[in-house]
C-alpha cells in the first residue's frame, strides 16, 4: 500500500502483469445531526476503463542481444510494444498519465522505454495519453559488453492515472 488512499500497486490478470494505480480522494467526515456519527464513503471497483491491454502480448523478447564490435562497450537492442488504456474506441474517452517502471530490475542491463531510463521508481512515459486509442512505445534494452552472459530477467510495470 502506498498510503491510506491508494490501491495495491500489483493486480494480475490473464493476460500478464501489469500495474494499475488509482489516487482517491474522500470526503472528509461529516458530522449528522443524530450525534457524533460520521459519513459512509463508498469506493467504486476498479474500472475497465484504466485498465491496460498489450495488443501483442505482454511479454516482449528481445532475442539473442550480441555485441558487433566497434568503440562503442554497448549493445542496444529495441522493441515495439503496442497498447491500450480502457476499452477500444473510435474516439478518446479522455486522456490519461502513463508511467512505467521496473519491478524486477537486472543489474547487467538499463531499459528504456521512449528514451526515459526506468528504475524502481515510477517514471511518467505519456502524458495526456488517450483512453480507448491504441499508442505505440519503443522499449530499448542496452547491455554492456562486460555484462555477463545469460537471460535477462528485467520486468517493466505499467501504472495509469487519469487525467
Given at each position: 500500500?502506498?498510503?491510506?488512499?491508494?490501491?495495491?500497486?500489483?493486480?494480475?490478470?490473464?493476460?500478464?502483469?501489469?500495474?494499475?494505480?488509482?489516487?482517491?480522494?474522500?470526503?472528509?467526515?461529516?458530522?449528522?445531526?443524530?450525534?457524533?456519527?460520521?459519513?459512509?464513503?463508498?469506493?467504486?471497483?476498479?474500472?475497465?476503463?484504466?485498465?491496460?491491454?498489450?495488443?501483442?502480448?505482454?511479454?516482449?523478447?528481445?532475442?539473442?542481444?550480441?555485441?558487433?564490435?566497434?568503440?562503442?562497450?554497448?549493445?542496444?537492442?529495441?522493441?515495439?510494444?503496442?497498447?491500450?488504456?480502457?476499452?477500444?474506441?473510435?474516439?478518446?474517452r479522455g486522456t490519461?498519465?502513463?508511467?512505467?517502471?521496473?519491478?524486477?530490475?537486472?543489474?547487467?542491463?538499463?531499459v528504456r522505454v521512449?528514451?526515459?531510463?526506468?528504475?524502481?521508481?515510477?517514471?511518467?512515459?505519456?502524458?495526456?495519453?488517450?483512453?480507448?486509442?491504441?499508442?505505440?512505445?519503443?522499449?530499448?534494452?542496452?547491455?554492456?559488453?562486460?555484462?555477463?552472459?545469460?537471460?535477462?530477467?528485467?520486468?517493466?510495470?505499467?501504472?495509469?492515472?487519469?487525467?
Amino acid at each position: 500500500m502506498q498510503g491510506p488512499a491508494m490501491l495495491p500497486r500489483s493486480l494480475f490478470r490473464a493476460a500478464g502483469v501489469f500495474t494499475v494505480m488509482l489516487s482517491l480522494s474522500l470526503l472528509p467526515a461529516a458530522r449528522l445531526d443524530g450525534g457524533d456519527r460520521r459519513r459512509a464513503v463508498a469506493v467504486s471497483p476498479l474500472s475497465s476503463d484504466l485498465s491496460i491491454t498489450f495488443l501483442e502480448g505482454p511479454v516482449v523478447d528481445a532475442g539473442v542481444i550480441v555485441w558487433r564490435g566497434g568503440k562503442r562497450r554497448t549493445t542496444v537492442t529495441a522493441r515495439t510494444v503496442t497498447m491500450r488504456i480502457g476499452r477500444a474506441s473510435r474516439e478518446a474517452r479522455g486522456t490519461a498519465t502513463l508511467r512505467a517502471f521496473l519491478e524486477t530490475p537486472d543489474p547487467r542491463a538499463a531499459v528504456r522505454v521512449d528514451g526515459i531510463l526506468l528504475g524502481a521508481a515510477p517514471r511518467v512515459i505519456q502524458r495526456h495519453a488517450p483512453v480507448g486509442i491504441a499508442t505505440t512505445h519503443r522499449i530499448e534494452i542496452e547491455v554492456p559488453v562486460s555484462a555477463s552472459e545469460g537471460p535477462l530477467a528485467a520486468s517493466i510495470g505499467w501504472e495509469v492515472t487519469t487525467d
